[in-house]
Antibody
Framework: QVQLQESGPGLVKPSQTLSLTCTVSGGSISSSDYYWSWIRQPPGKGLEWIGYIYHSGTTHYNPSLQSRVAMSVDTSKNQFSLRLSSVTAADTAVYYC??????????????WGQGTLVTVSS | EIVLTQSPGTLSLSPGERATLPCRASQRVSSSYLAWYQQKPGQAPRLLIYGISSRATGIPDRFSGSGSGTDFTLTISRLEPEDFAVYYCQQYGTSPITFGQGTRLEIK
């Protein structure tokens, strides 16, 4: 069964860049059936989809974050990464990486990592 | 983007009772791309239902989904103690993927 694990700094200063990596095990990130995404959840609040990346490097981002987001993939390490620039306290959240399965032409997040809390504070 | 509204924010019921959780979309959900997730404290969301009514792998049959267009419902036929959690609806047919704000199911 696929497993996803987020890693990266738990504390980022305002105006700096948040960087996280997701390591996939139990399956290949190069599978044509899946996309790989990031979703976040501010403390005590709901879920926000950030975007996805395909193993080829194709990306698609939420317009609300598009100007600050960049995702990348390293198929040799079975990892994908998130960079979010110019962070503020509003970016404090638990960040989840997830697998998106293509079902009848749409991407459905079906397996998620455990999440990692990133706090933006000086 | 499609806004999903879940009301009430909290539902208080007892084990053994039937739970009905509604979700309303601001516009028609494309091609039945509506899912439900369960989240327990400190855990990642778990996929329960997709395509409005299809159960994900390993999900008990006391969980069921229904609806169409803009109005959807998650039903738990007989509540077990482990079912008390937060439930989110999600649409994945129109980008960006969006989630409802969640309904907390608590023990009465």
């Amino acid at each position: 069964q696929v497993q996803l694990q987020e890693s990266g700094p738990g504390l980022v200063k305002p105006s700096q860049t948040l960087s996280l990596t997701c390591t996939v095990s139990g399956g290949s990130i190069s599978s044509s059936d899946y996309y790989w995404s990031w979703i976040r959840q501010p403390p005590g609040k709901g879920l926000e989809w950030i975007g996805y990346i395909y193993h080829s490097g194709t990306t698609h981002y939420n317009p609300s974050l598009q100007s600050r987001v960049a995702m990348s993939v390293d198929t040799s390490k079975n990892q994908f990464s998130l960079r979010l620039s110019s962070v503020t306290a509003a970016d404090t959240a638990v960040y989840y990486c997830a697998r998106e399965r293509v079902i009848f032409g749409a991407n459905l997040p079906d397996y998620w990592g455990q999440g990692t809390l990133v706090t933006v504070s000086s | 983007e499609i806004v999903l509204t879940q009301s009430p924010g909290t539902l208080s019921l007892s084990p053994g009772e039937r739970a009905t959780l509604p979700c309303r979309a601001s516009q028609r959900v494309s091609s039945s791309y509506l899912a439900w997730y369960q989240q327990k404290p400190g855990q990642a969301p778990r996929l329960l239902i997709y395509g409005i009514s299809s159960r994900a792998t390993g999900i008990p049959d006391r969980f069921s989904g229904s609806g169409s267009g803009t109005d959807f419902t998650l039903t738990i036929s007989r509540l077990e103690p482990e079912d008390f959690a937060v439930y989110y609806c999600q649409q994945y047919g129109t980008s960006p993927i969006t989630f409802g704000q969640g309904t907390r199911l608590e023990i009465k």
